[in-house]
């Protein structure tokens, strides 16, 4: 059989497991053969030949366990002088095997197998089990292995001219760019994989559909749903043309998965009738149920709960026949949910239980937290709150442990799944805090930071700090304990269910069908232990007694001392402030090193708060007069409510962690009717207070590096924006005085100023200043960017990903622009610029929050420079005083109107406003991480 006519079995259809979303189905190339054996010839004789070929016909049915079975027994019958190349055919056919069942560590033994006994052999052999190793570590979240096998099989490819090969190859390769949210690099390797295929003969009908079903996957979860729609469209009439029903039928569930993240839901259920038809009718009943399984996901969106239920419940039967583990469970937690949306709880609580059950037997992780999470929502719905902690909790700690495993980092995942994620670490801090447990609350405080970074950045790691988690009280752990032996038990009893059952009927022995009963009804009694778990009077005895303990505050208080003693190691008069916004109130968290946390709420509504929140924003970036009536109506919700307290232990330093939109404006602008608050105290904001190095002071020799971008003009477009930016007239002037300050400083001004000259000497100082412009896109990370003098810009993901700034104590970023063309977030990408930063080393960054005055910042940096030269400055204190003294200034002549930051129509400011009094001028600059 030649390699390249079995199209087929090149490739396979993935999603992420639906846990609740709508999935996007993603064209991975296999870029095989149904066997490495085709390539040399030869037979196979007698029953291992058998075997292997009944093996082979299941599999081409889906009855995969079958299959399994049949090479399995074509490997014993293989004569021990056979050619190693009929054994590796086999491994290499389990490995394809294993993978449809979902079972990839035992793929990845398989494909290795086959590559051992392939080692001195055929160069294209090794070229496909590289390939098949590179997708099956991508789906354990492996990135590094999955690279360098596909970086194997790529050079392979090139070596025997295989141009098909490599254009395969380098699609799979984008989709370990995809998996991290590295958008933009999956879309290169992506338009690298079309201009190969465009330039070989023997590309099919299925590469050219494929690739653009790629792209438009891509597109999807950037959210630019026209373009996704646009390749998707391209990609159907492209399979519509070669008669590829298979095909058609992907780009129909893609179709319908674009336009129900649109909302377009009649769209959207069209598409997802058309794909199930085509799937139905090419007997593909995996991809018939689980675009059922979208279906009924979307059904239950729109309302229409009983439909949905139907739908879902018609794609089990399916699933559990084919034995696919991972689509089974996802779709009983869908089904947990459609049945939690129409308040059966008892239900719900059952089907949830039965995908926890799969997830833990078979490892994912991932998948069991948002059991667990949507387990948590259960028992809030039905007024259970104590017990929606634990379960949170549970979901949270899961969570953190899979971000501190730095080796398999987790993928990023469509954004609808990480929106429920960050949504639970949310709920459980809003539980917390109804419950005044304000330790513990700081605590997920910390981890909610990290989650919403993840937002923004793509996967964040975490450290020995956050790998814990959020602490779990003595009763919570015996709720726990007593869980997991539940589940245990279940774990063990479906194993040998299993096991049974793979015998047939006629051939079980008496005992062995006495068993099997046995073990049935043992598993219907766990069923309804499971359910009646909560209502136990174990669990009411344990309930209760974490009530009573939540009111002393006692167990939490272990995880306090740590607390308060980094706390104090910053100063006695350092506070932590922490607000989170709720729908309906604002809630103060603050830590002091002399007393336990306390919350505050401030009832307010959001949407009052997000009001007040842009009218500020725009009276400082207008400098109008009115920035000091939306200044004190802000200190009036942040500050006043915790006044007297910091009055109490005379608090001289605010670290300061802000939650969504409050991240757009700075605390130290607030203004209680008399002074803004930077006249009385310091402010350090912070991204989490475990994650931050707060109290490693730097060297005490200053070792600077600063770059400018001064003169010339770029222009370029990025997405939908087109960028005109000028060379900073004052940025010169910046630096220039500088040298005065700093005389053993290295300058780089304009095409000196280049990425190349930059990052390989970045890391040998300890200070750097880029006064140039920058850009932070709210949502798309993969559209921010630092532009350098030379007119080259460097992404977010190329700092993520390249830049090492371990020894760098300081980054400034003299003008950096957030919430670009006026699109309001979160506030996700101020956050995850902070992240950003501290994860490539750098301890601390000073950064603007819109595009400051050209002239106002050379003002200001110099008297910050001048200021943390000092004995004993800290970065904290040298921006408060040089913050100050722009306040201080009696007779000042009017400043420049140029801005760093993308060129716009200015707004008319008054007079008595263009001087560095406004706080436009002095505001702006935030110090996020180590303020030492």
Known sequence: MNADSNHRNRTLYQSVAVRGCIAFLLTVYLSACASLHDFIGGKHVGRAEVERHAGFTAYQKQDYPAALRHYQNALVYLPADNSDAQRADLYYKMGRTYLKLQNNTAAIASFEHALALRKTH??????????????????????????????????????TRNI?????????????????GRYIKAIEHYQQAQQLFAKTARATPTDLGNIQTNLSSVYAEMGQYEKALTH?????AIYQQAGNTAGIASSYHNIGYIESEQQNYAAALDAFRQAVALREKIQDRFGAAETRNNYGLLLSEMGRHKAALSALLQALPVLEELNTRIQIAATYDSIGSVYARMNRHASALEAFQKALLIWHETGDRESERITLANMGDLFTQSGQDTLAIVFYKLAVNISEAIREELQILPQQEQKAY??????FYRKLADLLLKQDRVIETQQILDL????????????????TSTATGVAMLSPEQQIQKQYAQLLQQSIHIGKELAVLNSIDRSDRTAAQNEKLRQLIKQEQQLQRAFVSFIESSEIRDLIDQLGREVRTQM?????????????????????????????????LVLVTGLSPPLHIPVPIDHQDLNRTVLNFRTALIGRQDTVQKFAQQLYQWLIKPVEHLLTEVNADTILYAPDGILRYVPLAALHDGQQWLIQQYKINNITAFSLTDLDTRPVKEAKLLAAAFTTGNYTFTIGDQTFDFSGLRYAGEEVNNLTEIYPDMTKLLDKNFSPDTVITEINQFNIVHFATHAALVPDKAYESFIL????????????????????????????????????????????????????????ATLASLWPVDDRGTQLLMNKFYTELKQHGATKAAALQKAQLSMLSESVLSPVSDADRGVLRERDAAPASNQHTVHPYYWAPFILIGNGL
């Open 555 to 587: 167990p939490a208080l272990e995880y306090l001392r740590p607390l308060r003693d980094n706390l104090k190691r910053l100063g006695e008069h350092v506070v932590l402030l922490y607000p989170l916004i709720m729908q309906d109130r604002l809630e």
């Open 122 to 159: 055929s160069e294209r052999d090794r070229a496909i089990l590289h390939n098949m190793l590179g997708l099956t570590h991508q789906k354990t979240g492996n990135i590094e292995k999955s690279r360098a096998h596909l970086n194997k099989a790529l050079e392979l490819r090139i070596i």
């Open 232 to 236: 998707q469209f391209r990609a159907l």
């Open 448 to 463: 909610l930071k990290i989650q919403e970074a993840t937002n923004f950045l793509g996967p964040v790691r975490g450290n």
């Open 418 to 423: 990480l929106n429920r994620v960050q949504g």
């Open 164 to 180: 098909l090969g490599e254009a395969r190859t380098l699609g799979n390769m984008a989709a370990t760019y995809l998996a991290q």
């Open 788 to 843: 350098f003098g030379n007119g080259e810009r460097v992404t977010v993901d190329q700092v993520k990903y390249e830049w090492n700034l371990t020894n760098v104590d300081l980054i400034v970023l003299s003008a950096c622009e957030t919430a670009l063309g006026a699109v309001f977030g979160q506030g996700e990408e101020i956050l995850g610029l902070g992240f950003l930063m501290e994860s490539a080393g750098a301890k």
